[in-house]
């Protein structure tokens, strides 16, 4: 059952990230990016999973190691491998080299009913061309449009029925975007920040000790609201 709805809530996310992340898109606002191609895949091959996470590894390798341990790549992959999430890969066109990618899932939790953002990475050549803002304002874009166009309301209204007042329950939505960041991330977090992100009501804070040192958590839970 989980299987079929995470299914079919991937379907609708791959098919609203076609429409809103295109090339000419890219080429518009991300002048100084190379010509690439995308691809979106809501199954990763072993190969892709391969490089997606020796990106990750590139970026971000020597944080997750300090917070997960020497192994963290193991439960890495199985994460990247969780059932309904939809990955958009960049590719150069002229190598195939991949340059970046994101990985997305629509979630319907108590709490929390957004398009959770895995990742985004960006190969280091290749960032500060404005394509990580392009992406991020993008994911708006995908959360308005999924909202708008009905079929997730319709899907989640089936499935969760004792949940809801009606199929026209105003909390039959997606109410924005979230995601994890690591607190020494400093420049993502920038980013976040920037674009309008603030910390979700379950992520984890700061503690102030006594002598007023700050101690942060290893990660944040952001959130953007989006109406
Ligand atoms: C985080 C990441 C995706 C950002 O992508 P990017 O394409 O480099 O981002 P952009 O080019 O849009 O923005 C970066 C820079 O452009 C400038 N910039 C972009 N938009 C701006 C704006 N509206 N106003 C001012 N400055 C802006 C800033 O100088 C910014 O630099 P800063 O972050 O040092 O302040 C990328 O750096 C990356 O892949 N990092 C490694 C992996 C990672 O940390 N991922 C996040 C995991 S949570």
Same mark, same amino acid.
């Given at each position: 059952m989980t299987n079929e709805i995470e299914y079919k809530e991937a379907k609708i996310l791959a098919h609203t990230i076609v429409q809103s992340i295109t090339l000419d898109a890219i080429k518009k606002e991300c002048p100084t990016v190379p010509e690439i191609k995308i691809e979106i895949s809501r199954e990763v091959t072993d190969n892709e999973l391969t490089e997606c996470l020796q990106l990750l590894n590139s970026n971000l390798g020597k944080t997750?190691?300090? @917070?997960?341990?020497?192994?963290?790549?193991?439960?890495?992959?199985?994460?990247?491998?969780?059932?309904?999430? @939809?990955y958009v890969l960049f590719r150069l066109l002229d190598s195939d080299k991949l340059l970046g990618f994101m990985s997305m899932k629509l979630i319907n939790e108590r709490s929390l009913q957004v398009l959770y953002l895995y990742e985004i990475q960006l190969d280091e050549h290749y960032r500060n061309m404005k394509l990580g803002s392009f992406l991020m304002k993008k994911l708006e874009v995908i959360v308005k449009s999924i909202n708008k166009e009905g079929k997730l309301k319709k899907l989640w209204y089936k499935t969760y029925k004792d949940e809801y007042h009606d199929s026209n329950d105003s909390n039959l939505i997606l109410t924005g975007v979230a995601l994890t960041v690591f607190s020494v991330n400093k420049k993502a977090r920038g980013l976040y920040n920037r674009l309008g992100y603030t910390l979700h009501r379950d992520s984890e804070i700061e503690k102030v000790l006594r002598n007023g040192k700050i101690i942060e958590p290893d990660y944040y839970m952001l959130e953007k609201v989006v109406n």
């Open positions: 997750y190691e300090s @917070v997960n341990g020497k192994k963290w790549k193991t439960g890495k992959r199985e994460e990247m491998l969780e059932e309904g999430l @939809v």
